[in-house]
């Protein structure tokens, strides 16, 4: 079945890079996401990535997709006390229904 | 602002009462849904409505029943509360099915005791 996997949690120091994996199953999924959450609020659109594309930068993220291991990760230079909060990787479901398999969620602990 | 707006916020329920979260979008989405959030565990799609009109099953309905009331408003009940719906949820809308993420919701915090 479909599945969306993360590691639950992450620590880093401020001013490092701090690195989020996720591994998927539908090989077929044209776009990918990275939502984040701050505590005691919605989750955002973070960064996404078309199927075609090996990397994405976008100022401090950097997304990388491996398609033949189905693995997606989320590069966060510089990392700061504000980046903390949990990041949910997500794919569509299979079949056009609009529903969105999101991962566990990773907590990410900036400490300063 | 443009956006998904859920209420209440917090709610406290007895076993057995019912209540209704409502949800509203203002940014002519077509495709909305709900979840719930436990730890360790993501969300996890109850219902959802692809477009005005039309409503079906997610991974966890059970115990739920939802109303698309017109475009911008899909309504959640719960008819009967049990303890295990103890959870946070969260409506999210997008724009068309199947397509470019979703906007969410600031979620209710739901207490059933």
């Known amino acids: 079945g479909e599945d969306v996997e993360q590691s639950l949690f992450l620590s880093v120091r401020e001013g490092d890079s701090s690195v989020i994996n996720c591994t998927y199953t539908?090989?077929?999924?044209?776009?990918l996401y990275w939502y984040k959450q701050e505590p005691g609020a919605g989750l955002q659109l973070l960064t996404y990535?078309?199927?075609?594309?090996d990397m994405k930068q976008d100022q401090r993220l950097t997304v990388l997709l491996n398609k033949k291991d189905k693995h997606l990760s989320l590069r966060i230079a510089d990392t700061q006390t504000g980046d903390s909060a949990i990041y949910f990787c997500a794919e569509p479901s299979s079949g056009n229904t609009g529903k969105l398999i999101f991962g566990q969620g990773t907590t990410l602990q900036v400490k300063p | 602002n443009a956006g998904v707006t859920q209420t209440p916020k917090f709610q406290v329920l007895k076993t057995g009462q019912s209540m209704t979260l409502q949800c509203a979008q203002d940014?002519?989405?077509?495709?909305m849904y709900w979840y719930r959030q436990d730890p360790g565990m993501g969300l996890r799609l109850i219902y959802y409505s692809a477009s005005e009109g039309t409503t079906d099953k997610g991974e966890v309905p059970n115990g739920y029943n939802v109303s698309r009331l017109n475009k911008r408003e899909f309504s959640l009940r719960l008819e009967s509360a049990a303890p295990s719906q103890t959870s946070v949820y969260f409506c999210?809308?997008?724009?068309?099915?199947?397509?470019?993420?979703?906007?969410f919701g600031s979620g209710t915090r739901l207490t059933v005791v």
């Open positions: 999210a809308s997008s724009v068309r099915q199947g397509g470019w993420g979703y906007t």
């Open positions: 940014m002519n989405h077509n495709s």
């Open positions: 990535i078309f199927s075609n594309m």
């Open positions: 539908d090989s077929s999924s044209t776009y």
